[in-house]
């Protein structure tokens, strides 16, 4: 079963984009096949995800938490044309974030929803079929 989130930082960040949760979960669903931009290490990946009508070099770079498992927590994201990159003490903030994150159970995931810190945009129990992934509802 993958779980995938977005943190309330990352939610607010994404309202001023034209990104939707349908392409957060398309993302992981290519970062599960390998196609991840970069490792940053302490389970943090960046990975480029393309706007409608720009291609992805042109678009927004995402950083997630994960352990490549069954949790994905989208907790930052920024366009290139806003910045190249994090810096060093953001990265480690990122980390630590991502290991509390991941750490924690379902009960602690139920929680943080309802209190406002994670929304879960994705809740997949098997491979979607080819009606699924272009389907909203079959998120």
Not at 18 to 26: P, S
Not at 103 to 131: F, M, V
Request: hydrophobic letters at 35%; aromatic letters at 8%; glycine letters at 6%.
């Amino acid at each position: 079963m993958r779980r995938i989130f977005k943190t309330r930082y990352f939610a607010k960040w994404m309202k001023q984009t034209e990104l939707t949760n349908e392409a957060l979960c398309q993302a992981v669903r290519e970062m599960q096949q390998g196609l991840i931009d970069a490792h940053l290490g302490g389970n943090v990946v960046k990975k480029r995800i393309a706007l409608p009508n720009r291609g992805k070099s042109r678009s927004t770079r995402t950083l997630i938490a994960t352990r490549y498992g069954d949790l994905w927590f989208f907790l930052m994201g920024f366009a290139k044309s806003e910045r190249v990159n994090i810096s060093v003490q953001e990265l480690k903030n990122l980390q630590k974030i991502a290991t509390e994150w991941l750490a924690l159970d379902n009960r602690e995931l139920q929680t943080a929803i309802k209190q406002g810190n994670l929304e879960e945009i994705c809740h997949e129990t098997s491979k979607p079929s080819k009606t699924q992934q272009n389907s909203p509802s079959g998120l």
